[in-house]
């Protein structure tokens, strides 16, 4: 009963900014964990960052870490991706997720509830 629905998703330059959205409907958990991962083309989808409910503690992927910043506000039940010096490495579609536990880490598994996906496309 869980739908997640990313946005903002888009074309931009090397070095530009982005800002994704991910909002939530439906049955949602008083307590979860939020998280974004990403897909190039070709590749295995990966992990970018996660955000924990209980501190609001943050572990990122060692390839985003500085450019990216994961925020969320609970009571929208929305939470966001800034990406700012982008990379054409960059490219690719992103994923929100969502976990039923209040901590969850860089595992697909750990994390039950998916959006579609929002493509980004870093040019050189």
């Known amino acids: 009963q869980v739908q997640l629905v990313e946005s903002g998703g888009g074309l931009v330059q090397a070095g530009g900014s982005l800002r994704l959205s991910c909002a939530a409907s439906?049955?949602?958990?008083?307590?979860?964990?939020m998280a974004w991962f990403r897909q190039a083309p070709g590749k295995e989808r990966d992990f970018v960052v996660t955000?924990?409910?209980?501190?609001?503690?943050?572990y990122y992927a060692d390839s985003v870490k500085g450019r990216f910043t994961i925020s969320r506000d609970n009571a929208k039940n929305t939470w966001y991706l800034q990406m700012n010096s982008l990379k054409p490495e960059d490219t690719g579609v992103y994923y929100c997720?969502?976990?039923?536990?209040?901590?969850?880490?860089?595992?697909?598994?750990?994390?039950?509830?998916w959006g579609q996906g929002t493509q980004v496309t870093v040019a050189s």
């Open positions: 439906g049955r949602t958990f008083r307590t979860s964990a």
């Open positions: 997720a969502g976990s039923i536990k209040a901590v969850a880490g860089s595992a697909e598994s750990e994390y039950h509830y």
């Open positions: 955000i924990s409910w209980d501190s609001g503690s943050t």
